[in-house]
Each structure stands twice: as structure tokens, then as C-alpha cells.
């Protein structure tokens, strides 16, 4: 059956990715282009693959993606480049059916420097870590938008989730990490998180750095009483935590260095 759009009173004509509109039925990733492509693109456009599996979105595939993304990139003229990467989904606008098409959406802006240390505050509401939506980096980003809102209106730069078990999982675009003992900490997949891509490059390197690796579930005070807590993320690397809600975290400069040093490497962006 044939439908009717109109925008502002104007009839629509153009087709768009409604889908997406609508229902949030779509996929993101947001990394650093710093000269050449980021050294992990492949990870990147696999596990937006992954997810249009998970979300029925036809997938182009990964070579129309990476031209696009180099495309708009050389196109925009910035060397040092925010990259995001979208795929988004047309067709029925009854919600329960599938999409027709998959449609590449990049954005390109100047890269701005990551802040060294951040400010959490514990978001007001729980995440609920059975959600098939926490397995991909999907559009519908609502819960993270309203936590982000709230730490940044309290004074705060990232906010940090907990489950409905009162157990750490990830903050609103970041993944954690604590060091306590010699044991580099972060939560397991099944608190509720999506493993980040440079969280698997962090988790890669504690070797290298004397350090020993524990998955697993924990409480907010293990953060609080560890000898030094991160974010990472692939735009920011990696970013020091100094505070939770007013609770200082002691941050061991020397070994923020270490990791901060060692992951840059990795990814490419040291001097």
C-alpha cells in the first residue's frame, strides 16, 4: 500500500532511510583518522557487519564501505579527522518488518584533542545487560544521550553505568578499566556492555606491560579503591579517571603514561 509523507506540510518525494528515523534501526562507529586510515578500519567495518546481521539491515559491504569513508575523507580536505561511519535502513515503516536497503552514511570533522582525565558520575538509571542492543553499536542511543546529558549538567564529563545488579559495565561512549594489585580490571560482556575495539587493543597489551587481565563483575567500590581507573575509546584512546560523583580516584601518573604511551602506538597516533 502506497504511503503519503510530508514534512512541514510539504509532501516528501525524496527517498530517505526511514527505517533508521523511526525506529532507531541503524548502526554506528566513530574513530580518528590521523593522516591514513585508522589502523583497526577492518575491526571497525566487521563488527558494524556483525550487527546488520543482528538488525536484518542488508549489508553493502566492506569494500563500498572503506571507499566511502576514504572518499568523504579526501573530499573534506582534514588530515586529522572525527570519522563517523553509519549504516542506515529504508524501506516498510511497519516497524516489525525488515529493511530493503542499507544506506552509508559518513561524517567528517576536524579531530579535536582528547581531555587527559575526566569526571563520572553514576548514571540515575540501570542498564539492563540482557538487551540484544548493548551486542551492537546501534542507532538507538537514547539511553546514553539522557545519562551523558545528566553527568554534563551536574559538572561532570562522561557519565558511567551500572546494571540492574548494581555491577560497573561502561560509560555513555567509553568502556573502564581499573588497575589494582597488578591486575588490569574491566567488566565481562555480560554486564551489559559492548567490548570496545580498543578496549580488545588495551586488553592485548597488559602483557606487554607487566600486567595481568581479569574479566569479571564488580561493584562501584572496586573502582573507587583501585590505583587507577580509565576510559578508553576509539576516539579518545585511553583518559584518566579523577572522580566519581565527588569520590576521588587516585590516578598513578606513571602508569597512566605506560598505558597511555603503549596504546597510542598501538593505534598509531604517536608522534
Not at 511497519?94 to 548514571?123: N, Q, S, T
Request: charged content about 25%; aromatic content about 8%; some cysteine.
Amino acid at each position: 500500500m502506497k504511503e503519503f509523507l510530508f514534512l512541514d506540510g510539504k509532501p516528501l518525494e525524496q527517498k530517505l532511510p526511514l527505517r533508521s528515523l523511526f525506529f532507531g534501526e541503524g548502526l554506528f562507529e566513530t574513530f580518528r583518522w590521523h593522516d591514513s586510515p585508522p589502523v583497526f578500519l577492518e575491526k571497525h567495518i566487521a563488527r558494524m557487519k556483525q550487527g546488520s546481521g543482528l538488525l536484518s539491515i542488508p549489508f553493502p559491504g566492506e569494500e563500498k564501505i572503506k571507499n566511502a569513508v576514504e572518499d568523504a575523507v579526501n573530499k573534506s580536505g582534514v588530515k586529522d579527522a572525527y570519522v563517523k561511519l553509519c549504516l542506515l535502513s529504508s524501506g516498510s515503516l511497519k516497524f516489525h518488518e525488515r529493511a530493503d536497503e542499507g544506506h552509508v552514511l559518513v561524517v567528517i570533522r576536524g579531530y579535536g584533542p582528547p581531555k587527559e582525565h575526566m569526571r563520572a558520575h553514576v548514571a540515575p538509571f540501570k542498564r539492563a545487560s540482557s538487551s540484544p542492543l548493548l551486542r551492537v553499536k546501534s542507532l538507538n542511543y537514547l539511553e546514553n544521550v539522557l545519562a551523558r546529558r545528566e553527568a554534563e549538567r551536574m559538572g561532570y564529563d562522561e557519565a558511567l553505568f551500572l546494571n540492574e545488579r548494581g555491577e560497573v559495565a561502561d560509560g555513555s561512549s567509553t568502556n573502564v578499566f581499573w588497575v589494582r594489585g597488578g591486575v588490569l580490571h574491566t567488566p565481562a560482556p555480560e554486564c551489559g556492555l559492548l567490548p570496545g575495539i580498543t578496549r580488545e587493543a588495551l586488553i592485548s597489551l597488559a602483557p606487554e606491560l607487566d600486567l595481568e587481565v581479569k574479566e569479571g563483575k564488580f561493584n562501584l567500590d572496586e573502582v573507587l579503591a583501585s590505583q587507577g581507573a580509565f576510559f578508553t575509546n576509539s576516539l579518545v584512546g585511553i583518559t584518566a579517571i579523577t572522580e566519581i560523583d565527588k569520590a576521588r580516584v587516585i590516578v598513578d601518573r606513571k602508569l597512566f603514561s605506560r598505558l597511555r604511551r603503549s596504546l597510542f602506538q598501538k593505534l598509531g597516533w604517536a608522534p
